[in-house]
């Protein structure tokens, strides 16, 4: 019999399993206090020196001795030049997916409506893309072209108008698919730069970068940090977290298949979290051993063995409705029903990301070519928070146009409601617009 202890098990009949799972899920984003220090360095020099602080910061942190601003640029030809770079299958394989991700993101577009009240008065909502969005991109070996797709085109359905992308290239490191991917997705310009200072530069915009109205993308901790410091200037789309995964299984799927469903997210980093619940205790041990026998043929084995280790979990319930109950408590990232019946459960499911339906679903299709957004709220935040979207790149503007018997209408409730909150020019500047006829 294979060892499977390396991954824990928790029973959710347990008196103290709340306990248990709420120090399994713990995770703290923070940032110590002297990478926050450095990242407001960083921001500091960026907006005192602009370009001159980017090219710096490039020699320093990326390795590479770039003599001016210039040799940090890529025009569009050299993003198309990659198209031709990569392999027949793997432009195919983008440019199918970025059909498929575009023709999701189509449907959440939202137009502006009106509509008018009897006595004349127009109410509304008008929408209008951002002006400029910026795209952060991880650089070097840890490339992710799908996470270009997925944060380019729901800006560019949404009519974002210019998509201002940067990614670092460390010791000179380009990842061709992910240039390639950006000419797919009509990112419209690119600075090879990253860290805390790319951050920087398109919060506040230097001589050659322009300032966007919102940040997206995922990066390391000084990315974070520093997104959060400038959220405020600009929109950002989140604060990421680690990459999570729950299964919910009935004990009638190929074991093997929720193995590696579970180590797809497990071989993101040590941190990320992969877990199953199942009211079949035999069905769990059989995953175990699926675990502990496939974990060897891995690439990323001892990633995936730290992450399942430090912060997995097999989780036996009663049945199906306390694994609900569960899955909501956990509010996961990604969810995959792996059940003979998705459609029942899925009312049932409150708090989750994204929700992978049926056995034959891997959530692995998700991040890649399903449609849906893979950028997904993490850490319990599914509770509040939702997918990346066409909407994340539009505000809402509200439309009001009196007519006179409207204004005057609303002017007397206006009037007593200023006066009770005690501002009179409020109340006086609604009761100059009351017709005289309509006066109380």
């Known amino acids: 019999m294979t060892d499977t202890a390396f991954i824990r098990r928790l029973n959710a009949s347990d008196a103290d399993f709340s306990q248990q799972l709420e120090q399994l899920l713990s995770w703290e984003s923070v940032s110590d206090d002297s990478v926050n220090q450095r990242v407001l360095d960083i921001i500091a020099a960026v907006r005192q020196q602009g370009d001159a602080a980017l090219v710096e910061f490039t020699r320093q942190f990326d390795g590479l001795e770039v003599a001016e601003m210039g040799d940090l640029i890529l025009p569009r030809e050299r993003l198309e030049a990659a198209l031709d770079k990569i392999t027949p299958e793997q432009r195919q394989a983008l440019e199918a997916a970025a059909e498929r991700v575009r023709n999701y993101h189509e449907h959440q577009q939202q137009d502006s409506w009106q509509y008018t009240e009897a006595n004349g008065t127009v109410l509304g909502q008008k929408v209008t893309p951002l002006d400029r969005a910026g795209l952060y991109v991880p650089g070097g ?109 009935d004990g009638q799927t190929d074991p093997d298949w929720i193995a590696m469903d579970l180590f797809s997210q497990a071989e993101h980093d040590e941190d990320a979290q992969a877990i199953l619940v199942s009211p079949d205790a035999d069905f769990i041990e059989q995953v175990a051993q699926s675990m502990a026998r496939l974990l060897p043929t891995l690439e990323r084995e001892e990633i995936a063995r730290t992450s399942v280790r430090e912060r997995g979990a097999l989780i036996v319930v009663e049945d199906m409705q306390q694994a609900i109950e569960v899955a909501n408590q956990i509010a996961p990232e990604h969810l995959e029903l792996s059940v003979a019946d998705p459609e029942s459960l899925l009312p049932q499911i409150r708090h989750a990301g994204a929700i992978f339906m049926g056995r034959y679903t891997a959530e692995a299709l998700g991040d890649y070519c399903a449609g849906p957004n893979h950028v997904l709220p993490t850490s319990g935040t599914a509770r509040f928070s939702s997918p990346l979207g066409v909407y994340d790149f539009q505000k809402r503007s509200s439309i009001i146009n009196c007519s006179p018997q409207g204004a005057s209408e609303l002017g007397k409730i206006a009037s007593v409601l200023a006066r009770g909150e005690s501002l009179t020019a409020h109340a006086r500047s609604a009761e100059y617009r009351i017709q005289p006829d309509q006066e109380q």
């Open 141 to 249: 070996k840890a490339s992710y072209p799908s996470s270009v797709l997925m944060n380019a085109i729901p800006a560019k359905v949404a009519g974002v108008p210019e998509v201002v992308m940067v990614v670092p290239t460390p010791r000179g490191e380009i990842n061709e698919l992910v240039l390639a991917a950006a000419a797919v997705a009509g990112v419209d310009r690119v600075f090879t730069i990253g860290g805390a200072q790319a951050v920087a530069a398109l919060a506040y915009g230097t001589e050659s970068v322009p300032a966007v109205d919102k940040i997206v993308g995922p990066g390391n901790i000084y990315v974070a940090t520093a997104k959060r410091h400038v959220f405020g200037k600009v929109g950002i789309d989140m604060i990421a977290g680690p990459s999570e995964i729950l299964v919910v299984c």
